[in-house]
């Protein structure tokens, strides 16, 4: 599978993304004081993990004066991963399954990540910590302090039109990039490495914390529902794992009201950075999906305002009785896409009459430093919160989320969200429709996740421990 090992770096397998204690100790160890030390260390590779020091997956069980709800949404938060999101690990794995196969190579390829944001983040760290020069191509319109981070991982970006859901744009130039025969474009849209790092690592992560919550007397142990926004629809995948381990547990899958793709078959532009990128991607598997909603993306804004503000912060803790310490927590974990997923799982637990030992399981993605422009932005077009905004955001935003905006995986909407895949990936894309057709069977799928256990074996004998 490898025929060199010359100057290649590598980094943790599957599994020990999953349980980082299997780690030689000291090799743990070095990189648990590399987090905090020295950021910029290779050694940081070994942090990709939804795990704490003590073992723990990084979480957060929202308290019901938020949600309003008697489910419990249960939400594993990415802030503490190398470069504060969990899309990291996608990217990782990308690159640590196409070096495994001898596609790139370091000092001699140019990595290119198509992103609208934190998969381009976490490929201009992973990039040159793995030794290669990097390229990330983004939309102009993302925000300020993604440009700011790629750049300060040592990375280069190409800024291309449009805003999240102008994806096609960053295509077109991923595709004039590819003619110069150095250059290898790690397309997370398509990239089966992004679905198993997710179907792996958060989704077993997220079984392993419902049945720890339990014993901690939360929950029954199981997860009712996973919930997620699209975006590369990687983190998704994480559900598919959960239905196995759980076979009650409904798929929930989120895009924005403005950007309707799967909905509707629409379009348009919306600013729920990560997510709603205006076309089904290769690594969806939306027969498995049970139900669609989406979200608006000023309600997501507006409700990050009123978590990330000392006067919503003041008010939700002294008026609503959100206890003090999650308040502070919340208004570091959560970026625009946390709470669009918190929102949903709001909505899940009312749509499915869920009770108070049903787990609804989501997560955020990344938190509120790369978006304290865009909050800025927020303050100026609405106004700072005050009490009256912060009684109005709790009331309609959060405890009156609405049923509005939901379509259930019907097998003639699954039909139909499939078939979507067509119009990208096979016109425009490359694809066969022989190879689309395969993705119709089950089989499919699970050979993919089967693979996890080649690539493990296969990047332990290249390491050689």
Not at 90 to 96: D, F, I, K, L, P
Not at 436 to 451: G, I
Request: proline letters at 4%; hydrophobic letters at 40%.
């Amino acid at each position: 599978m490898l025929s060199t090992t010359r100057r290649l770096v590598f980094g943790p397998t599957f599994e020990e993304m999953l349980h980082p204690d299997r780690l030689p100790a000291e090799l743990r160890e070095r990189a648990l004081r590399a987090a905090g030390e020295a950021p910029l260390d290779p050694v940081n590779l070994f942090n990709i993990t939804w795990k704490d020091r003590d073992g723990g997956v990084r979480h957060i069980v929202l308290d019901k004066a938020l949600t309003g709800v008697e489910a419990n949404i249960v939400v594993l938060y990415a802030r503490d991963f190398p470069t504060g999101s969990h899309k990291v690990g996608a990217t990782y794995s990308v690159a640590m399954e196409k070096q495994l196969a001898g596609e790139i190579v370091p000092g001699e390829h140019t990595l290119v990540w198509p992103s609208t944001g934190n998969y381009g983040i976490g490929g201009a760290w992973v990039g040159p910590r793995m030794g290669y020069d990097s390229l990330v191509v983004l939309p102009e319109l993302m925000s300020q302090e993604r440009f700011e981070r790629i750049a300060g991982y040592g990375s280069r970006y190409i800024k291309t039109p449009g805003c999240e859901s102008n994806v096609k744009e960053i295509y077109d130039r991923c595709r004039e990039l590819a003619r110069d025969p150095s250059v290898r474009v790690l397309n997370q849209f398509e990239a089966m490495a992004n679905y198993r790092f997710h179907y792996y690592v958060t989704g077993n992560s997220a079984a392993e914390l419902v049945g720890v919550l339990e014993r901690e007397g939360t929950g029954n142990g199981r997860a009712a529902a996973f919930v997620s926004a699209m975006g590369s629809a990687g983190t998704i995948a994480a559900g598919d794992r959960l239905k196995q381990v759980f076979g009650e547990c409904r798929i929930v899958g989120l895009e924005p009201v403005q950007c309707p793709t799967l909905f509707e078959n629409g379009y348009g532009g919306h600013d729920i950075q990560g997510i709603g990128d205006k076309h089904v991607t290769w690594i969806h598997n939306v027969f498995n999906m049970d139900l669609l909603m989406c979200v608006d993306d000023v309600e997501c804004k507006k409700g990050l305002q009123l978590l990330s503000e000392e006067a919503g912060r003041e008010y939700l803790v002294s008026q609503a009785g959100l206890p003090a310490e999650q308040a502070r927590q919340l208004s570091t974990i959560l970026g625009i896409s946390g709470v669009c997923n918190i929102l949903g799982a709001i909505k899940t637990a009312k749509f499915y009459g869920l009770g108070p030992k049903d787990n609804v399981v989501t997560v955020a993605t990344d938190g509120l430093d790369r978006y304290h422009s865009v909050m800025a932005d927020m303050a100026a077009r609405y106004g700072a919160i005050d009490r009256t905004r912060a009684v109005m955001y709790l009331e309609s935003i959060f405890l009156g989320a609405g049923l509005d905006w939901i379509q259930e995986g019907t097998r003639h909407n699954r039909r139909r969200w499939f078939n979507l895949k067509y119009y990208t990936w096979v016109e425009q894309q490359g694809k066969t429709v022989e190879e689309l057709n395969a993705q119709r069977s089950p089989d499919w799928w699970a050979e993919h996740q089967e693979r996890v256990a080649d690539f493990d074996k296969a990047l332990r004998e290249a390491r050689g421990f």
